[in-house]
């Protein structure tokens, strides 16, 4: 309820724009920062014992492609929304699940 009534008052401040972008995150910003702890603190006991070990370097320099390729296609994923019009996202808005 607290996130429509939030994007219901950014509504009313839109004006006239060409297009309207909407990303919409479906996590809050307490588990994006639990997330990203976990993953830098295995990123970074991936390094600790990949000392003096070329084999778990390379596994390291895996995880830490692996990771910047999953952040790079969150970033690009399916989570934003265009709209033409400000009715247009008032519908959207007006749809959203009440929470």
């Not at 009313?12 to 702890?37: F, P, T």
Request: contains cysteine.
């Amino acid at each position: 309820m607290v996130e429509r009534h939030r994007l219901t008052n950014q509504l009313n401040k839109v004006n006239r724009m060409k297009e309207i972008n909407v990303y919409y995150l479906k996590e809050s910003i307490a588990q994006s920062i639990v997330r990203n702890i976990i993953m830098i603190a295995s990123f970074s006991f991936c390094v600790y014992i990949s000392k003096d070990s070329t084999f778990w370097t390379f596994v390291s320099g895996g995880f830490l492609l692996l990771i910047l390729g999953t952040k790079l296609s969150s970033m690009v994923s399916d989570n934003k929304s265009t709209f033409k019009s400000k009715s247009a996202l008032q519908d959207w808005v007006d749809g959203l699940p009440n929470d």
